[in-house]
């Protein structure tokens, strides 16, 4: 049989690897940790490190094509693969995902709205941006952020300096604070021929910088809807794309302004698990793999909540509700922040 490789054995990739099985495909995860949660579940496990050229090569050596849970891969591990296997989705919607500015570049030039941004790499570079952009702001290192790590609020002046020291030093984007009046995000895919589908958008609420819940479907106008949809699908298309995309965008009164991409399947997607009957890690297997795409009508109202370190508590009384589906990473250690599993609330049937 087909064989699918993974870089990552996170939650994403645990997932992937179950949607995966059940199309009878054999996952192969690569993680460099010891034992992660898609261990349970993928055929098999490469533990090494992303700068172990020699492991990679096997490992894309023994699978057909390869993808990945996260966007931070380093370059090397990506050519140490690409000689012998295709990775999809491909090099160029990493290299856009991987860096703020470049992607904050790339959706300007598309005609797309993001906040106002600059490049902040010192003190002068900050006064600069800041006499532009003007406050409130946020700086955040170029590259790896992932739920808020990586962020300084500047509310006037004053923080500049605080919020350059928490760069430590790293190449930094400074944003202009967009006033938006929610947070959606839409789960788009583009199968290997060039089609396009997406799913409804979800309404997205943080705490901590930490995704809580997405409700779908999101209140939005007809246009906002369209235009979400279409715009996903012209960022979809500008990368020549191949496979499941989060897109999150801020909703204000000027229009929907986007704040990141993420190329692979994304948090906000989770509640097509319960509410859609391809749901987003089967769409991603379906288009890497070359397959048609399921078309991702939604068939239920869902409300999607994160399990987050103490919130395992209430798994017992969760399991006892009748809406709820939970799914449960496996990870044995309760952290605070840490990504435990999610509830899917069923809400009704979708109108
Ligand atoms: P993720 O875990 O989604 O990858 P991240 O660490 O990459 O998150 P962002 O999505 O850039 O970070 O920011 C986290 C949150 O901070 C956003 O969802 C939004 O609530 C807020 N935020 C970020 N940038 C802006 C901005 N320019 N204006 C207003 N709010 C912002
Ligand atoms: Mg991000
Ligand atoms: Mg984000």
């Known amino acids: 049989g087909a064989a699918i490789g993974i870089l990552g054995g ?98 300007s030039e598309l005609g797309l709205i993001t906040a106002p941004f600059a490049a902040v790499d010192d003190a002068v570079d900050l006064a600069e941006a800041l006499g532009e952009i003007g406050t409130p702001a946020i700086l955040k290192t170029r590259r790896l952020g992932y739920d808020g790590k990586g962020q300084a609020r500047i509310l006037s002046p004053e923080d500049a300096p605080a919020a350059l020291a928490a760069m430590a030093g790293a190449p ?65 298309n500008a990368l020549d794309y191949v496979g499941v995309m989060g897109v999150e965008l801020f909703v204000t009164d000027g229009g929907l302004v986007v704040n990141e991409i993420a190329p692979r399947v994304h948090n906000s997607g989770h509640w097509t698990q319960d509410g859609c009957i391809i749901d987003q890690f089967e769409q991603h297997v379906r288009a890497i793999a070359g397959w048609p795409l399921g078309d991702g009508v939604r068939h239920s109202d869902i409300v999607m909540e994160n399990l987050i370190g103490e919130d395992m508590d209430r798994v017992p009384e969760l399991a006892r509700d009748p809406a709820v589906a939970l799914h449960l990473y496996g990870k044995s250690q309760v952290k605070p922040g840490r990504k435990m599993g999610h509830a899917n609330r069923w809400l009704r049937a979708a109108g």
């Open 172 to 236: 930094a984007i400074l944003e202009g604070f967009v006033e938006f009046t929610a947070e959606i995000s839409v789960i788009a895919a583009r199968g290997l021929s060039g089609e396009v589908t997406c799913y409804d958008p979800g309404t997205n609420v943080h705490r901590d910088g930490i995704l809580r819940t997405t409700t779908v479907p999101a209140q939005l106008t007809t246009a906002q809807r369209t235009d979400a949809v279409i715009l996903a699908g012209r960022i979809l």
């Open 10 to 107: 996170g939650q994403l990739g645990r997932m992937l690897s179950v949607a995966a099985a059940r199309l009878g495909f054999r996952c192969h995860v690569f993680d460099p940790g010891g034992e992660p949660p898609a261990a349970d579940v993928a055929h098999s496990v490469t533990t090494a490190r992303y700068d172990d050229a020699a492991a990679l090569a096997a490992f894309a050596a023994s699978v057909d094509v390869v993808t990945y849970e996260f966007e931070n891969i380093p370059t090397a591990a990506l050519d140490a693969i690409e000689a012998s296997r295709p990775i999809r989705p491909g090099r160029r919607a990493l290299a856009v995902s991987q860096d703020r500015l470049i992607e904050k570049a790339f959706l």
